[in-house]
């Protein structure tokens, strides 16, 4: 394991900055799967990155799989990406007002989604998620939200639901703070159940605004939504006039360059959202996110139309300098071709150190994101997922940060290859693998 003198301190010590951290921010993080209790120990607190690597306060060096959850398809500090923002942070960090980069990042967006004709940008996937939602309800003049359980949409209110009993049930709030009331009108059904999904539009299906999904779950490590799933969904929301929603913050731009919805595109006829949600890639690393859609839903948006969303860094020029940059970069020859294969190479030799150590792994990828469980065959819900070995994924998850590789501190999360691991990176972490399963 490699270190770096320039970041390293005898005071600066991890547990020392997290004992520091927890005097004055709650749980010492500000988002809670940093804290790691998922796994237990302590977070690492990064000082630097670069490329494919990050650097911890101690000078411990690390393969970088978590790549910012999803943003740095292209390795940190990216020379083209870093010129973008410095150039435009010379020219000002904010100013309330409209700019060209704006409509050029726009339009960007638009040229790789043919789904979509607007485009709404905005500060976090939170916020475009709900803000599609609000959207949603005001274009449909419907109340009732269907979502499902595993999948993330960010903190707002009516999405933090878990599932209640029965095939089609209302949820229950799964954080303090949010009033029975608030989620009275979010169901949440299973993830690829397709006889709940057609239930549940039988009997409601004249007062479903929107069905949000994630397309391929992100946030119960990664689970594809199946063919005759979507196709379905697809079908019920046409039939009963509700909105499709693909929640495509993490997988937008990283699963390959049109995002998940294209490729349910090509094995889906006719196939395509009625709204979109962006986000991690379009801002390479800075808060920024979008959600879009046709122009005859999206025109119901202030100012033209009824249905209120603002935000005063909203299209901030030095984010939109930096996901403009990325947006580009990603679009040249061969890039998601070399992408996708390292990725997949990763997820084989996985599997295949797994079997030799005689350890239940199942994997898949896609584009730049792959995910892995420690169980006989590939979970295709929330259930499966949390059937799954959650010990031998802590155990395991340990034994890579102390080889030096840097995976998502907990099981229901996905990873990320970025353009900038390279071969070695790939043989270094399978072999930290195949120690760590051999190690038991």
Not at 20 to 29: D, E, L, S, T, Y
Not at 101 to 126: D, F, M, N, W
Not at 308 to 321: E, F, K, R, W
Request: with cysteine.
């Amino acid at each position: 394991m490699s270190t770096d003198s320039r970041i390293s301190s005898p005071s600066a010590t991890n547990q020392a900055l997290f004992e520091r951290a927890q005097a004055v921010i709650p749980g010492g993080v500000n988002s809670p799967v940093r804290a790691f209790r998922a796994v237990g120990g302590t977070p690492r607190f990064i000082a630097r990155a670069q490329g494919a690597y990050m650097w911890d306060a101690e000078g411990r060096r690390y393969i970088d799989y978590i790549g910012s959850w999803g943003p740095m398809i292209l390795g940190h500090g990216h020379p083209e990406v870093l010129e973008a923002v410095r150039k435009a942070v010379e020219e000002g960090f904010s100013f309330g007002a409209p700019t060209e980069r704006e409509i050029e990042l726009a339009e960007e967006i638009l040229k790789l989604v043919p789904s979509a004709e607007q485009v709404r940008l905005v500060s976090s996937g939170t916020e475009a998620a709900m803000s599609a939602i609000r959207l949603a309800r005001g274009a449909t003049g419907r109340a009732k939200l269907v979502k499902f359980e595993g999948c993330y949409h960010g903190h707002a209110d009516a999405l933090l639901v878990k599932a209640g009993s029965g095939l089609a049930t209302f949820g229950h709030p799964t954080s303090a703070g949010v009033p029975p009331e608030v989620v009275q009108h979010t169901l949440v059904l299973e993830y690829n159940n397709v006889a709940q999904l057609e239930e549940a539009f039988a009997e409601q299906g004249s007062e479903i605004a929107c069905v949000m999904i994630e397309p391929i779950a992100g946030n119960m490590n990664f689970v594809r939504a199946s063919i005759p799933f979507m196709t379905r969904l697809r079908e019920l929301c046409t039939q009963h006039g509700a909105l499709l929603v693909l929640d495509e913050v993490m997988t937008g731009f990283r699963v390959a360059l049109g995002g998940a919805q294209s490729i349910y595109a090509r094995q889906i006829p006719g196939f395509k959202p009625d709204l979109s949600v962006f986000g991690k890639v379009i801002g390479g690393g800075m808060p920024l996110a979008a959600f879009a859609g046709p122009r005859s839903i999206m025109s119901q948006l202030a100012p033209l139309g009824p249905v209120y969303q603002a935000g005063t860094l909203s299209g901030n020029p030095v984010a939109t300098a930096c996901g403009l940059a990325t947006l580009k970069l990603i679009q040249r020859p061969g890039f998601f071709e070399a992408l996708s294969q390292r990725t997949r190479e990763l997820s084989q030799r996985l599997a295949q150190v797994a079997r030799e150590a005689g350890v239940p792994m199942a994997g898949d990828c896609e584009g730049g994101m792959f995910g892995f469980f420690f169980g006989p065959e590939l979970p295709q819900n929330y259930p499966a997922v949390l059937a799954t070995d959650k010990d031998r994924f802590n155990r395991f998850f340990h034994q890579m940060l102390d080889a030096g590789v840097y995976l998502a501190p907990a099981l229901y999360e996905a990873g990320f290859v970025s353009a900038a691991h390279t071969a070695d990176d790939i043989a270094a972490t399978v072999d930290a693998a195949r120690q760590a399963l051999s190690a038991g």
